[in-house]
Nanobody, 125 residues
Framework: QVQLVESGGGLVQAGGSLRLSCAAS????????MAWFRQAPGQERQFVAA????????KYTDSVDGRFTISRDNIKNTVHLQMNKLKPEDTASYFC??????????????????WGQGTQVTVSS
């Protein structure tokens, strides 16, 4: 497994932007499919975005498509989530996840076997 540490969360007004980062340990980062999930209080953890090993393929949930961009740097062992045009409904804890199995950019929780501790994003109206 890989160790993941998220950063970049905070409080922002609706319409604003935030950039989340996830730093991964280990030398095999490029072997992992990476993703971001989010979880609001009282709700299940939900898929946000995923990226392939080389970064050439991405997937987004419909509610963030066109506003959020996932990217990765396999030299620096990091994955980012650029969030633009934020809405109050984007408020949640955001989690970075890594998948060691070659299942592709999957939206299912079970596809990922390493998780970070999360970073809080709060969007005020």
């Amino acid at each position: 497994q890989v160790q993941l540490v998220e950063s970049g969360g905070g409080l922002v007004q609706a319409g604003g932007s935030l950039r989340l980062s996830c730093a991964a340990s280990g030398r095999t980062f490029s072997r992992y499919f990476m993703a971001w999930f989010r979880q609001a209080p009282g709700q299940e953890r939900q898929f946000v975005a995923a990226i392939s090993r080389g970064g050439g393929s991405t997937k987004y949930t419909d509610s963030v498509d066109g506003r959020f961009t996932i990217s990765r740097d396999n030299i620096k062992n990091t994955v980012h989530l650029q969030m633009n045009k934020l809405k109050p409904e984007d408020t949640a804890s955001y989690f970075c996840a890594a998948a060691s199995a070659g299942l592709g950019t999957r939206p299912e929780l079970y596809a990922y076997d390493s998780w970070g501790q999360g970073t809080q994003v709060t969007v005020s109206s």
